[in-house]
């Protein structure tokens, strides 16, 4: 299936850092999703944008809907070692009878 | 907040034998149910739509005799592994669609042995 290509794969930064990481598409999507996952867990959701050029925060996050709507940025401030995990953004092409589109994952390292 | 359970969390089958995978919507009702697979080190990939009293859709190249969906009630959603194969060993998820955003399960990590 269709996947959105997500960037960087991995990131090693120390405690305080901010961290930034993307993905676009091809294609046109009309929700952005980020998601982070611990090992063995299912995704939990960070931030929800539905709107091309909507910027959204969430305390030290924050994301953007890309005025293309090919694309969105995650960024997270002032990293904390609990910040340590896989980060998956998702897109929606429909409405809630799709299923979500996801990318490769940047997995954030933290060192203290 | 909405919440889908998911059980079993982990589950280590004999090759040949099936599994069931179970997912509740909690405090709401999941009219549609989605599958996911996550292979070691990499994305969910989506396996097949589950919609409450209606056939399953699954998406291109997953087998439908292989992995069966039921979603008899607008609360239950199954997925059961059948004749599994050490191929099928994976981390599987569902997931509902909610306002402001989708919902998942803890997750079902499968080794098939």
């Known amino acids: 299936g269709q996947q959105l290509n997500q960037s960087p794969q991995s990131m090693f930064i120390q405690e305080g850092e901010d961290v930034s990481m993307n993905c676009t598409s091809s294609?046109?999507?009309?929700?952005w999703l980020w998601y982070k996952q611990d090992p063995g867990e299912g995704p939990v959701l960070l931030i929800a944008?539905?709107?091309?050029?909507e910027l959204t925060s969430n305390g030290r996050l924050t994301a953007q809907f890309g005025i293309t709507r090919k694309d969105s940025f995650l960024n997270i401030s002032a990293s904390i070692p609990s910040d340590v995990g896989i980060y998956f953004c998702a897109g929606l092409m429909g409405g809630g009878a799709d299923g979500l589109t996801f990318g490769k994952g940047t997995h954030l390292i933290i060192q203290p | 907040g909405a919440v889908v359970s998911q059980h079993p969390s982990r589950v280590i089958c004999k090759s040949g034998t099936s599994v069931k995978i179970e997912c509740r919507s909690l405090?709401?009702?999941?009219?549609?149910m989605f599958w996911y697979r996550q292979f070691p080190k990499q994305s969910l990939m989506l396996m097949a739509t589950?919609?409450?009293?209606?056939?399953?859709?699954?998406e291109q190249g997953v087998e439908k005799d292989k992995f069966l969906i039921n979603h008899a009630s607008l609360t239950l959603s199954t997925l059961t592994v059948t004749s599994a194969h050490p191929e099928d060993s994976s981390f599987y998820i569902c997931s509902a669609p909610r306002v402001g955003g989708y919902t998942f399960g803890s997750g079902t990590r499968l080794t098939v042995v």
């Open positions: 405090d709401f009702q999941a009219t549609t």
């Open positions: 589950s919609n409450e009293g209606s056939k399953a859709t699954y």
């Open positions: 294609s046109i999507f009309n929700t």
């Open positions: 944008l539905y709107k091309a050029g």
